[in-house]
């Protein structure tokens, strides 16, 4: 397969942000009583945090506004922001493609925090096109996002490659016929 896009997940793929996001669940969930485990927060990495709320409040039966309570976490993370590091073997890999193949993020978070992201790492010029969970409707493990990415590429879904952190995120790339690369793997070799 001839390569001609790199696509790349943002959230513990090209930065190193999700033990922050799981310091802003923590606060957000004693806030509401709402019960979510570390482990299940890590399975769902990928998932827009309005979908895990309205998940939790469904099966919880707890009284909350999955919109509302959502904006909340958002702004525990940007609190955050100043811990956020790259995920170097990535970023590597994103700054060495830059200017040969044209590359995007997609990514389950939202726009602001993940443009914010990006700045803050200096890397938000080396993507053409930043799609997030706002950009379609079908979310991981659903391929929708990383199809928008190539698309806004340009480029056909077969000769795109795209890396990203999580299960559901690798099952949303295959299912979209791309070339998946686990970053989990890579960050393991640095240990």
């Not at 895990?52 to 609190?79: G, H, N, T, W, Y």
């Not at 992201?117 to 010029?125: A, K, P």
């Not at 080396?126 to 990383?146: G, M, R, W, Y």
Request: aromatic content about 6%.
């Amino acid at each position: 397969m001839e390569i001609k896009a790199l696509i790349f997940d943002c959230d513990g793929t090209l930065a190193d942000t999700m033990p922050l996001h799981w310091q802003a669940w923590q606060v957000i969930t004693s806030r509401h009583g709402i019960d979510f485990p570390e482990a299940r927060f890590y399975a769902l990495g990928g998932v827009p945090s309005r979908h895990i709320l309205q998940m939790l409040r469904e099966e919880q039966r707890v009284f909350i506004d999955p919109i509302a309570v959502s904006r909340e976490k958002e702004e525990e993370c940007l609190k955050l922001m100043a811990q956020v590091g790259p995920i170097h073997e990535v970023v590597e890999i994103a700054r060495e493609h830059a200017g040969k193949l044209p590359m995007a993020v997609a990514s389950g978070g939202t726009r602001p925090v993940i443009e914010k992201v990006l700045r803050h790492l200096n890397i938000r010029e080396l993507f053409a096109a930043v799609v997030t969970s706002e950009d379609v409707t079908h979310q991981k493990p659903a391929p929708d996002i990383f199809l928008e990415a190539a698309r806004r590429l340009g480029v056909e879904p077969r000769h795109c490659r795209a890396y990203e952190d999580t299960d559901l995120g690798l099952r949303a790339i295959r299912a979209g016929g791309m070339d998946a690369v686990d970053v989990r793997t890579l960050i393991a070799l640095r240990k």
